[in-house]
C-alpha cells in the first residue's frame, strides 16, 4: 500500500446506497471517496475532475450506464481502476464489465464483506472476482473449446479473423474488399470458410462469436 489513501469515485443513483457504501470505504484508513456521482455521464465528468485511483460503478445508472461509463473511463481516464458494484448475479453482465475494462465485479448484496478487499485486490493491480463468477468463467471456457475446439478464435487465419471483424461490424463484401484491396470474391471465400471452421450459419451467430471472444465490443 501506498502511504496516501486510495482516492475513489462512487456512482450509484440510490443516495441511500451510496451513502451506506461511502460509510463502508471511508471507515478504512487506505480508503477515502473523494467525489460522487448519480448516473454515468457524471461520473465520467467527475472522474476526469478529480482523476481517482478507483471508480466503483453500479451498472443500472441514467444517461450512461456503468458499462459505458467504464468503457469511457477505460479510454480518457486509463490511469483510474475500476469495479463494478452491482445486485446483478449475471454472466452476461459480468463478461461486458470485464469487456468494458472493469477489473472487478462485486455484488451489493455482499458489499460489507466484499468490497474493501476488492478495492485493496484492484489496487494491487489483482481481479476481484465473486464466487460465481469464477464458475461462470470457467463453464465459458469450456462452452467456447466445445463449440469451436478451441478456447480462442486462433482456429482461423490472421486474415480470415479480420475479415470475421469487419463482418461483424457490420461491413459489407464490397466494403471490406476496398478496405483490405482484394476482391469481393476472395471476401466472400473467407467468409464462407470461417463460418465452416466455426460451425456458424449467418451473420448474427457470427457477431455473436466475434463479440464473445472479443473482437468486437458489444
Known amino acids: 500500500m501506498t502511504d496516501s489513501p486510495t482516492r475513489i469515485l462512487l456512482a450509484d443513483d440510490h443516495a441511500l446506497v451510496r451513502r451506506g ?51 469511457e473511463l477505460s479510454r480518457t481516464c486509463p490511469e483510474t481502476r475500476i469495479l463494478i458494484l452491482t445486485m446483478y448475479d449475471n454472466e452476461q453482465y459480468f463478461f461486458e464489465a470485464l469487456g468494458a475494462g472493469a477489473s472487478g465485479y462485486v455484488l451489493k448484496s455482499v458489499a ?57 461490424e457490420g461491413h459489407t463484401s464490397q466494403e471490406i474488399a476496398d478496405l483490405l484491396v482484394i476482391s469481393p470474391k476472395t471476401v466472400e471465400r473467407h467468409r464462407a470458410n470461417v463460418l465452416q471452421k466455426l460451425g456458424l450459419k449467418d451473420r448474427l451467430e457470427l457477431t455473436r462469436y466475434a463479440i464473445r471472444v472479443g473482437l468486437i465490443e458489444p
Open 21 to 71: 457504501v461511502r460509510l463502508i470505504l471511508d471507515a478504512e484508513p487506505d480508503l477515502t471517496v473523494v467525489a460522487e456521482a448519480d448516473d454515468g455521464a457524471e461520473a465520467v465528468a467527475r472522474a476526469r475532475e478529480h482523476r481517482p485511483d478507483l471508480a466503483v460503478l453500479d451498472i443500472a445508472m441514467p444517461r450512461l450506464t456503468g458499462l459505458q461509463a467504464a468503457r
Open 112 to 168: 460489507d464483506r466484499d468490497l474493501v478487499e476488492a478495492c485493496r485486490a484492484t489496487m494491487r493491480g489483482e481481479p476481484f472476482l465473486y464466487p460465481g463468477a469464477v464458475d461462470a468463467l470457467i463453464r465459458d471456457h469450456l462452452d467456447r473449446v466445445r463449440e469451436g475446439g478451441t478456447g480462442s478464435s486462433r482456429t482461423l487465419t490472421d486474415r480470415e479473423e479480420e475479415i470475421l471483424k469487419l463482418v461483424a
